[in-house]
């Protein structure tokens, strides 16, 4: 689970604070949701130290890394990461003639097969969008031929 995640990474960068500041040891038996918000608390206190700071830049890289994956992964569990469509360049919409086209995507990133304009939200299944493009693509052949 998230959780674990989430209480491993603060825990194991607490240990790291503590040990490289000469802080005291919490006490032991601590429930976990102490243990995460003491955990949290202490990170923040030391986060400019940790971040810039620390004798070590591999460490500073690391922990900003590890933060990045879990936030990542957060974002991905509960739907908030966000996932941007893909441009269709070099094709025009076929109402308003702008080169606004995109292919949808649901929230986890996946094609849904419809391509949609930006700018008058014409919507084409993957079949429209290909006569489509064969369409629009016939006067340039047209011109290299010649």
Same mark, same amino acid.
């Given at each position: 689970?998230?959780?674990?995640?989430?209480?491993?990474? *603060? #825990?194991?960068?607490? +240990?790291?604070?503590? %040990?490289?500041? =000469?802080?005291?040891?919490?006490?032991?038996?601590? @429930?976990? /949701?102490? +243990?995460?918000?003491?955990? #949290?608390?202490?990170?923040?206190?030391?986060?400019?130290?940790?971040?810039? %700071?620390?004798?070590? =830049?591999?460490?500073? @890289? @690391?922990? /900003?890394?590890?933060?990045?994956?879990? &936030?990542?992964?957060?974002?991905?569990? #509960?739907? #908030?990461? %966000?996932?941007?469509?893909?441009? $269709?360049?070099g094709i025009p919409c076929s109402r308003c003639d702008?080169?606004? *086209?995109?292919?949808?995507?649901?929230? &986890? /990133?996946?094609?849904? /097969?419809?391509?949609? $304009?930006?700018?008058?939200?014409?919507? *084409?299944?993957?079949? %429209?969008?290909?006569?489509?493009?064969?369409?629009?693509? &016939?006067?340039?052949?047209?011109?290299?031929?010649?």
């Open positions: 689970m998230l959780i674990d995640d989430i209480a491993g990474l *603060l #825990t194991d960068w607490a +240990v790291v604070v503590r %040990e490289d500041r =000469s802080l005291a040891e919490p006490k032991a038996g601590r @429930a976990r /949701g102490i +243990v995460i918000t003491d955990d #949290t608390r202490l990170l923040l206190a030391h986060f400019d130290w940790l971040t810039a %700071e620390h004798p070590s =830049s591999e460490a500073s @890289a @690391a922990f /900003g890394s590890e933060v990045a994956r879990v &936030q990542r992964r957060a974002a991905k569990l #509960t739907h #908030t990461d %966000e996932v941007r469509p893909e441009r $269709c360049d702008l080169m606004m *086209l995109e292919r949808e995507v649901d929230w &986890q /990133g996946r094609a849904t /097969g419809y391509v949609a $304009c930006r700018n008058c939200e014409t919507l *084409l299944n993957a079949d %429209e969008y290909d006569r489509w493009v064969k369409l629009a693509a &016939q006067p340039f052949r047209k011109r290299v031929v010649a």
